[in-house]
T-cell receptor, first 113, second 114 residues
Framework: SAVISQKPSRDICQRGTSLTIQCQVDSQVTMMFWYRQQPGQSLTLIATANQGSEATYESGFVIDKFPISRPNLTFSTLTVSNMSPEDSSIYLC??????????FGQGTRLTVV | AQSVAQPEDQVNVAEGNPLTVKCTYSVSGNPYLFWYVQYPNRGLQFLLKYITGDNLVKGSYGFEAEFNKSQTSFHLKKPSALVSDSALYFCAVRANTGFQKLVFGTGTRLLVSP
């Protein structure tokens, strides 16, 4: 399995501010996936990030709200912009290691007050 | 489109008894199927997967799952439950035609009583 380091593990933020979540993987991966898990709910894919190109967003998610960077093959960031209480969720990154693999970071528990 | 159904929000079982957490799926073509567990305040931990081959897949912590193509099911099982198995369990599916995103079920909370 991949070693995935996600930071911060949790944060409490004021509404209207932004938070950048980092995901570091111990080996190069082609694609990085970012998921959101709202309280009491399942995981929903936010976007898929490839190095050197813009991320591909799922329906209901937009780049202005969730900008993603992918500067190299081992690192990605997700920013939650202009936060509101509805953004309180767990955010998880998942590096692509082939279609038969799917591992996740420990997640970032975000609370917006 | 891919989808996963976990029909039970919660499963209650006594310690030492066998447990089953149900999962059915819908996918075009053949599926890749996964089970994950989430403990409180933790990320998702991989339990097991079905890619091809034997229908009975063995995974971590004594869990296993049986792939049934005719019933489009992938139920998670364990012969003897532990209190420490109490957690949230997610089933997920991905089609094996090219790259498809991973789709998750709504999760089933397993509560094992002493």
């Amino acid at each position: 399995s991949a070693v995935i380091s996600q930071k911060p593990s949790r944060d409490i933020c004021q509404r209207g501010t932004s938070l950048t979540i980092q995901c570091q993987v111990d080996s190069q991966v082609t694609m990085m996936f970012w998921y959101r898990q709202q309280p009491g709910q399942s995981l929903t894919l936010i976007a898929t990030a490839n190095q050197g190109s813009e991320a591909t967003y799922e329906s209901g998610f937009v780049i202005d709200k969730f900008p993603i960077s992918r500067p190299n093959l081992t690192f990605s960031t997700l920013t939650v912009s202009n936060m509101s209480p509805e953004d309180s969720s767990i955010y998880l990154c998942s590096p692509e290691r082939g279609v038969t693999e799917a591992f996740f970071g420990q997640g970032t528990r975000l609370t917006v007050v | 489109a891919q989808s996963v159904a976990q029909p039970e929000d919660q499963v209650n079982v006594a310690e030492g008894n066998p447990l089953t957490v149900k999962c059915t799926y819908s996918v075009s073509g053949n599926p890749y199927l996964f089970w994950y567990v989430q403990y409180p305040n933790r990320g998702l931990q991989f339990l097991l997967k079905y890619i091809t081959g034997d229908n009975l897949v063995k995974g971590s912590y004594g869990f296993e799952a049986e792939f049934n193509k005719s019933q489009t099911s992938f139920h998670l099982k364990k012969p003897s439950a532990l209190v420490s198995d109490s957690a949230l369990y997610f089933c997920a599916v991905r089609a094996n035609t090219g790259f498809q995103k991973l789709v998750f079920g709504t999760g089933t909370r397993l509560l094992v009583s002493p």
